[in-house]
């Protein structure tokens, strides 16, 4: 089983325990998801099972788009809506000002970590401190805040609140940024709804639910997962032909006429099972000097079984075209 799985993940649930329900519904051996939603939140969370695994982390840097309602006036233990509320004030806000708030947070940021999240700190994740009591200092981050969108939503909720869109770059937290946006408005604010609709090239609207999944048989699941490929989507592309190939899977590094790349997938000749694919995924790589440097490999099993999984997949959908 290799592949990704763009999961809509449902709210309430981790994004582990998504994991494993999808893990068990595809009858998979090896999976791993790209990075956590929290259980409120919802959205596009791509899950990476085979093979794939070993691309996850390029999910883990990825730019992602999240969509939000913040709550003004409160400010809770945890800066969403399952904290305790800390303090309540007034709310007056204008355009204008509102503008203003979403310049100032557009563009290069720096952010500090919240207590209630999983970061480490001497082998404890943070949340582990904040639920005994402890506040931990945490050192500011720089990030990117590449788009962000802020609107008045006055007749929408029974409180005072703003929807937020932000396209940011990884290691953001929303939850804080919707808290410094409340801070800058002079109000306070908490999150009390977020949904992930990107991350990298991945939409929300190529995504399933596990409800929908779990409602198909075997072949109509399998039919869902986007070869693992498709995580190296935005990599230059090099084809190898069979000898290099055949040494760039032992690990060695290639000399030829390309130009200096640090995201690169590489592609070799098919082997036999792969009848209607003329080049197999090889794995990934960076060009420094002309010189080919592998990154990660996949093994010749994997790329055997990545063959036949292919093969069945496109011999299935020449069946149904040709019933």
């Known amino acids: 089983m290799h592949g990704v799985l763009l999961l809509d993940k449902p709210l309430g649930l981790s994004s582990n325990d998504a994991l494993q329900k999808a893990k068990w519904l595809l009858r998979a051996e090896k999976a791993g998801h790209t990075g956590t939603l929290d259980p409120l939140a919802t959205g596009v969370l791509p899950l990476c099972f085979g093979a794939a695994t070993k691309f996850s982390q390029l ?132 999150l009390t709804a977020l949904r992930r609709t990107a991350t990298g090239q991945f939409r929300v609207s190529q995504s399933i639910t596990l409800d929908q999944l779990e409602a198909m048989d075997e072949d109509e699941r399998l039919a869902r997962l986007l070869p693992t490929e498709s995580l190296l989507a935005d990599h230059t592309v090099v084809t190898l032909e069979a000898d290099n190939a055949a040494r760039f899977l032992s690990g060695l590094r290639r000399r030829g006429g390309w130009a200096d790349a640090q995201l690169v997938a590489v592609y070799g000749p098919a082997g036999p099972a792969s009848v209607h694919r003329s080049v197999a995924l090889l794995g990934s790589a960076h060009v420094k000097a002309h010189e080919l440097i592998p990154t990660r490999l996949l093994s010749p099993i994997d790329i055997q079984q990545i063959a036949q999984q292919l093969a069945q997949h496109d011999s299935s959908a020449v069946l149904e075209s040709n019933p």
């Open 59 to 190: 999910q883990l840097d990825a730019r992602k788009t999240y969509e939000a309602v913040v709550r003004l006036g409160q400010t809770t233990s945890t800066a969403d809506a399952e904290g305790d509320v800390l303090q309540t004030r007034p709310v007056e806000i204008s355009p204008a000002r509102l503008e203003a708030v979403t310049r100032q947070f557009t563009g290069s940021i720096h952010q500090v970590p919240p207590m209630y999240s999983a970061l480490k700190r001497d082998g404890k994740a943070l949340y582990e401190y904040a639920r005994a009591g402890i506040e931990v200092e945490r050192e500011a981050r720089a990030l990117e805040v590449y788009e962000l969108k802020l609107t008045q939503a006055i007749a929408e909720y029974a409180y005072p609140a703003i929807k937020m869109v932000a396209s940011v770059s990884k290691g953001t937290y929303i939850r804080t940024l919707a808290e410094d946006i409340g801070e800058a408005l002079g109000c306070g604010a908490h």
